[in-house]
């Protein structure tokens, strides 16, 4: 009962469309582990002054149930469409809370099922009601007026272009020039040499990156960043990146509440993770109190009041969501309105001194089978529909939001603007609305709800196997396997669209329709790749060594790792490790590369996509017999694993050679000069020194788990540092191989030119000696 309760009231409060799965005994841990129950007194939550929040509430004590609070405002102008639709929902669903009569269920069963948060639910949608009106001093209103002050929000008087172009962006360039002085002198530290000695040329790429997984791969992968960033690793790093829980890391880490500090996130985590995020007395009380309502809410003011087309969906509440659990501190009164915008990290950039954190989000191209070109049959159609079905990457920075395949991007600080031909669009010479906030990112970058059918039906097959019938049924579902893969029940959340009326712009292997829609619809980039390589691999960030913490759920069987060997051969880039990740068939290598070979990177993307979703209808019982197979080719994986591709050239015939582990004793092939990208991969696994904590058994360590107590927390932390501890040493021979193999490359080369401008000055003034 508690659980369907509070679905439905979190939902009809906030989007009416929501249905999470509640903990029944969702409570607030203190310090000490014990458990404290919620009071049943709710706190002021006026923003006025004490007489005037005073008098507020005597006045809310007096007004009847049914009063002029539930009349829709009217609006002067179509701007308000959205907003009046919001509205209109709020008040619908006041309305359908207040008409619930608990006493008609009887005294005993409502004592005993209906918690005593529910009787309250009333006064706060009344609450969130009245401030998320238009009328004057509504809090709503005031963020409205505030959304066109240009000292508040910068932003808006600025003209926004969308930048064409592969490079990357002036800003990230001059950064990496920045951030250069500080892993030269991070470096030497690591490795314990002299300063004085590194070379700044000498100095790897290093960048960093986390998995998605939810709250697991959010608290795992901030206890493996603190233990690199203890060893010296981590300030070694240029970049980070991140997919689903570690974008939330990262928001976190680069925010007022992080502090540039890892054991200070996990400390926060401890005291904020401790209730559902869907609790509805925790959220709606935030919602309804300043200063957090202010700060929760204001995105979605702007962007309802100022977008008449935008949406107010699953994602846009998953993201308030998640804000209220993640960005707000245990002293509530101080939050920081800077945490809200993700341009605003660049002051932490501003000298260098943090790594540049790359947040993942993916579309889902998906040709419509009824869109066929002159003489093209439809069985044509739907069969190149099929095949042509792909995820495009969508990088976001502080400096940037840029996709690869469209080769354009804007400023970070104009997300949430609209665009036509290039150029920011104003309406009726307003000026642009504020930066979109970042708790509508955080439910985009983590939303792996909306995933497609074929990934809902591979969660609940294990479950349903045993059923009568199962068999006909898997058997009808495979052959609809194609169809599966491209329908999303949930849809994704959206951001105007910065690509419109482009066409002649942008490459021709762009599809059509990104030309005309209004919004691009974004979501979790864990449905195309659980790790963020892809971003990483761009050819000018020149990275040369890629750490990877992964605490994806399934970890062997998805075999992540791997998923980038064919984007790496259609993007041409050099030097990736063929063969890297956990043991698998010669044939899905072949597969996966050989889709690579297709004439477009929408085509190999959905080749591979393809062949993927078939891996993952295999049963566990096949993948564990798979995997085993295999084993004789190469061992099961460890702690730590290294792998080093090759930058020598190969025929186009020639089957590309496999990057075998680097052993402990093997550093030798990290310093052959034809060395290519190495990848350093920590995988979470379970580790004896760290009893009763298993990735793969343990119930809390599920992703879809949003409740971890400070005892929990601290098992996720030990296993990750225990997994770090094993292979700190195996990484940081790896880096200084690598430093040491661009040493002698520099060294080779300096000698090389010392010659040639020799043979050069005898040429033009003689030898003086003859």
């Not at 005994?25 to 919620?38: E, L």
């Not at 040329?201 to 697991?216: E, N, Q």
């Not at 993201?319 to 605003?344: A, F, T």
């Not at 490459?507 to 659980?530: H, Q, V």
Request: hydrophobic share 35%; with cysteine; charged share 30%.
């Amino acid at each position: 009962m508690n659980q369907r309760i509070g679905s439905l009231v979190v939902g009809s409060s906030v989007a009416f469309t929501l249905n999470y799965r509640l903990n029944p005994s969702a409570v607030r841990y203190n310090d000490s582990g014990s458990t404290t129950q919620w009071p049943s007194t709710r706190p002021n939550i006026s923003k006025r002054g004490p007489k005037e929040s005073s008098q507020k509430e005597d006045n809310d004590a007096k007004a009847p149930a049914e009063s002029q609070d539930d009349e829709i405002p009217l609006f002067e102008d179509e701007d308000s469409a959205a907003w009046a639709s919001f509205s209109l929902n709020v008040a619908i669903a006041r309305k359908s809370i207040s008409s619930v009569q608990w006493t008609t269920l009887g005294d005993k069963i409502t004592d005993r099922f209906i918690p005593q948060w529910a009787y309250d639910l009333p006064d706060y949608v009344a609450k969130l009601q009245r401030e998320m009106n238009m009328a004057r001093g509504s809090l709503a209103e005031e963020i409205w007026q505030e959304a066109q002050d240009e000292n508040i929000h910068p932003e808006i008087a600025l003209n926004a272009r969308v930048r064409v172009g592969k490079d990357l962006c002036s800003d990230e360039m001059a950064f990496v020039r920045r951030r250069k002085r500080y892993t030269r002198c991070a470096l030497a530290k690591y490795l314990e040499i002299p300063e004085a000695d590194v070379d700044p040329k000498d100095v790897p790429t290093i960048a960093v990156c986390g998995s998605g997984g939810g709250l697991r791969a959010l608290v795992a992968g901030a206890a493996s960043y603190l233990s690199a960033q203890e060893a010296g690793l981590f300030d070694c790093a240029t970049y980070t990146a991140g997919v689903s829980g570690s974008c939330w890391l990262q928001t976190l880490y680069n925010s007022s509440l992080g502090g540039r500090r890892h054991d200070k996130v996990i400390e926060h985590l401890k005291k904020r993770i401790g209730i559902h995020i869907a609790y509805p007395p925790s959220f709606l009380d935030l919602c309804t109190r300043a200063p957090t309502n202010k700060f929760l809410l204001a995105g979605s003011v702007e962007r309802l009041r100022g977008d008449p087309q935008a949406d107010f969906g699953l994602v846009d509440v998953y993201g308030l969501l998640l804000s209220s659990r993640l960005m707000i501190p245990r002293d509530e009164l101080s939050v920081d309105d800077r945490d809200l915008k993700l341009s605003n990290q660049r002051f932490y950039l501003s000298s260098g001194a943090n790594p540049l954190p790359i947040y993942a989000a993916v579309r889902h191209e998906i040709p419509l089978e009824d869109e066929k070109v002159k003489g093209e049959t439809m069985d044509a159609a739907r069969e190149k529909a099929k095949q042509e079905a792909w995820f495009q990457w969508f990088e976001f920075t502080p400096y940037e939001l840029f996709c690869e395949e469209f080769e354009a991007g804007i400023p970070s600080w104009s997300i949430g603007r609209h665009f036509q031909m290039g150029r920011s669009v104003n309406r009726d010479n307003r000026p642009p609305l504020p930066e979109l906030r970042l708790p509508l990112l955080m439910g985009i970058w983590g939303s792996a709800f909306c995933a497609t059918l074929a990934h809902y039906y591979k969660e609940v097959r294990p479950v349903i196997k045993g059923l009568a019938g199962f068999g006909g049924i898997d058997a009808l579902l495979e052959e609809k396997n194609d169809d599966l893969i491209k329908l999303h029940p949930i849809d994704p959340g959206t951001i105007p669209n910065f690509a419109r009326g482009l066409e002649n712009r942008l490459p021709s292997t762009c599809p059509k329709s990104i030309f005309n829609d209004e919004y691009l619809e974004l979501m979790d980039a864990g449905m195309s790749n659980n790790l963020p390589l892809y971003p990483l691999l761009r050819r000018d960030r020149n990275v040369d060594i890629v750490v990877c913490f992964d605490a994806s759920a399934d970890i062997r069987q998805e075999n992540w790792l791997s998923v980038a060997e064919g984007y790496a051969k259609q993007r041409g880039v050099r030097g990736w490790p063929v063969g890297a990740g956990w043991p698998r068939a010669e044939d899905e290598t072949k597969t996966e590369l050989d889709a690579a070979d297709a004439a477009t990177a929408q085509q190999a993307a959905g080749k591979i996509a393809e062949t993927r979703e078939e891996q993952r209808g295999r049963s566990q019982n096949n993948v564990k017999d798979h995997i085993a197979k295999h084993e004789t080719q190469e061992s099961d994986l460890g702690y730590c694993n290294v792998w080093v591709g090759t930058t020598m050239d190969r025929k186009s015939d020639e089957k590309p050679s496999q990057s075998s582990r680097v052993e402990l004793d093997a550093d030798w092939k990290l310093l052959a000069p034809e060395a290519g990208i190495t990848v350093v991969y920590f995988p979470f696994l379970r580790n004896p020194k760290v009893e009763d904590v298993d990735p793969d058994t343990s119930p809390f360590l599920s992703t879809w788990n949003f409740i971890y107590s400070p005892q929990e927390i601290d098992k996720v932390v030990a296993l990750a540092r225990a997994n770090f501890e094993a292979g700190r040493d195996q990484t940081k021979r790896t880096v200084r191989a690598v430093y040491e193999r661009k040493k002698a490359k520099r060294l080779e080369a300096e000698e090389k030119e010392k010659i040639q401008r020799w043979k050069r000055h005898l040429r033009e003034h003689g030898d003086h000696f003859q």
